[in-house]
Nanobody
Framework: QVQLVESGGGLVQAGGSLRLSCAASGRTFSNYVMAWFRQAPGKEREFVAAIDRSGSATYYADSVKGRFTISRNNAVNTVYLQMNSLKPEDTAVYYC????????????????WGQGTQVTVSS
């Protein structure tokens, strides 16, 4: 089993930046594709970004492309989400997820999840 712990969320003004971190423990981190999802109140959980095992391939939702960057450091078992030019519509709980899959936007194909971290963007 893999445990994931997110951090870095908070309150930021529109146009600002935040960097989320997700620390993994329990098994070999580099075996897993990692992703970020988010869920706003009253909405379904949606895909944000994913990164392959080596960090060489990434994929983004259209809504965040050009503003967010996913990266990972396998030496410290951590995946990051750099969020720039934040908008009020980015407000959500952000979840880190991982799995033994190819990169996918499907929430159901990831095997383990963190507890989430709140991101609030004020206008």
């Amino acid at each position: 089993q893999v445990q994931l712990v997110e951090s870095g969320g908070g309150l930021v003004q529109a146009g600002g930046s935040l960097r989320l971190s997700c620390a993994a423990s329990g098994r070999t981190f580099s075996n897993y594709v990692m992703a970020w999802f988010r869920q706003a109140p009253g909405k379904e959980r949606e895909f944000v970004a994913a990164i392959d095992r080596s960090g060489s391939a990434t994929y983004y939702a259209d809504s965040v492309k050009g503003r967010f960057t996913i990266s990972r450091n396998n030496a410290v078992n951590t995946v990051y989400l750099q969020m720039n030019s934040l908008k009020p519509e980015d407000t959500a709980v952000y979840y880190c997820a991982g799995g033994e899959v190819f990169i996918t936007t499907n929430v159901g194909t990831y095997d383990f999840w963190g507890q989430g971290t709140q991101v609030t963007v004020s206008s």
